[in-house]
């Protein structure tokens, strides 16, 4: 059974930073991409980031570009997002989700039940 | 603003059937048949309902089920059951710079 469970999310002053960690079993992390979706409090879904299965490729959402760096540990099976400057904007639950694919199709098929972060002062 | 277009709400009686719609450009849906569906309950992590268009993931009830005309996908369930009021929430790739996935604003389906 594929488990995906994030931690790090927080209550974070604007300008801040976090480093979110999402814990992968289940499955062979290193042969899927990864994501990270946002969602705001009562809004919909934003994806923000994505990895490929070796690590060797990455995206960003332009509203997180330069600001956010996503990354991956496939010795620990785990998936990292280090959110820089962060703005009240920014003010979400986070969640990783795993890919169909090695490379990005962003058909994502496993979620992790979200960690909230919260920036304000 | 989100990307995609769907209505704020849908509803209908058990056993019925209804049918979401998301309306794109040529941009995202018209361009590619790289669209998916996903669910939503409360308080819950979305589930992948629908990728492809109409292709259902392995242990999704065949109740779901897809399409797409030009640069509007559609989500049909059929037999509606109580559980399936949720939020429904359509994706597609896109041509954009800015991002390379882009999402629906949800559309908030009511079993009466």
Known sequence: EVQLLESGGGLVQPGGSLRLSCAASGFTFSSYAMSWVRQAPGKGLEWVSAISGSGGSLYYADSVKGRFTISRDSSKNTLYLQMNSLRAEDMAIYYCAKDFTSSPSYYLDDWGQGTLVTVSS | ?112
């Open chain 2, 1 to 112: 603003q989100s990307a995609l277009t769907q209505p704020a709400s849908v509803s209908g009686s058990p056993g019925q059937s209804i049918t979401i719609s998301c309306t794109g450009t040529s941009s995202d849906v018209g361009a590619y048949n790289y669209v998916s569906w996903y669910l939503q309950h409360p308080g819950k992590a979305p589930k992948l309902m629908i990728y492809d268009v109409s292709n259902r993931p392995s242990g999704v009830s065949n109740r779901f089920s897809g399409s797409k005309s030009g640069s509007t996908a559609s989500l049909t369930i059929s037999g509606l059951q109580a559980e399936d009021e949720a939020d429904y929430y359509c994706s597609s790739a896109t041509t954009s710079r800015s991002t390379e996935v882009v999402f629906g604003g949800g559309t908030k389906l009511t079993v009466l």
